[in-house]
């Protein structure tokens, strides 16, 4: 046991670690714009970060499932491709907004600048989406380390801890999960 708690204090720090640098490139990603090589072009991809959320909502959903039927093997599993699929979808989503503008809500002539009779074409729906884009950035910051921290408490045999803690940050990761898709279906027509 006590090799385990060594392994998960271990574990903890890699996990602040990569909170910190997952943060650090969220917030530059927005003021520094890479140049991609001749012929490159990324633009495929926020369908594709949507459909990895989707598909982690999916995999969140069944691995509760198989955790309420007692089927812990499967639950592992199934944890273990939903935290992949998440890695996957910040390495290429980082990527993305590294290398093209920002879209905005409402921008239909999608020249970068709102006007104002784009401000009022979209009416209050800007301010819906807006909302909601908020709640998702900001609880995907803040739940970061705690599914970092959940995974590891049952990764090292902790399963009390785990199972207080997962009880309230599996509803928090399946509703960014889940406002991910939502936020990409509003803004599609802007892309």
């Given at each position: 046991m006590e090799k385990n708690l060594q392994l998960a204090r271990q574990m903890n720090i890699w996990a602040w670690a990569v909170t910190a640098a997952v943060l650090i490139l969220v917030g530059m990603m927005r003021q520094v714009k890479i140049a991609l090589p001749a012929g490159w072009d990324l633009s495929f991809l926020p369908?594709?970060?949507?459909?990895?959320?989707?598909?982690?909502?999916?995999?969140?959903?069944?691995?509760?499932?198989?955790?309420?039927?007692?089927?812990?093997?499967?639950?592992?599993?199934?944890?273990?491709?939903?935290?992949?699929?998440?890695?996957?979808?910040?390495?290429?989503?980082?990527?993305y907004h590294f290398t093209n503008p920002e879209t905005l809500y409402g921008d239909a002539n999608h020249d970068g600048i709102l006007s104002s009779d784009e401000k009022a074409a979209v009416g209050g729906s800007r301010t819906f989406y807006l909302l909601l884009l908020l709640s998702h950035i900001a609880l995907a910051a803040v739940i970061l380390p705690f599914i970092l921290f959940t995974f590891i408490r049952g990764f090292t045999g902790q399963v009390e801890r785990h199972r207080r803690m997962a009880?309230?940050?599996?509803?928090?990761?399946?509703?960014?999960?889940?406002?991910?898709?939502?936020?990409?279906?509003?803004?599609?027509?802007?892309y």
């Open positions: 369908p594709f970060h949507a459909t990895l959320n989707a598909l982690t909502a999916v995999v969140l959903m069944a691995a509760y499932y198989f955790i309420k039927q007692k089927n812990v093997k499967a639950h592992r599993r199934l944890i273990y491709v939903a935290i992949g699929l998440s890695v996957l979808f910040l390495l290429s989503y980082v990527a009880k309230w940050v599996f509803p928090l990761w399946l509703y960014v999960a889940v406002t991910g898709p939502v936020a990409y279906y509003m803004l599609m027509p802007y």
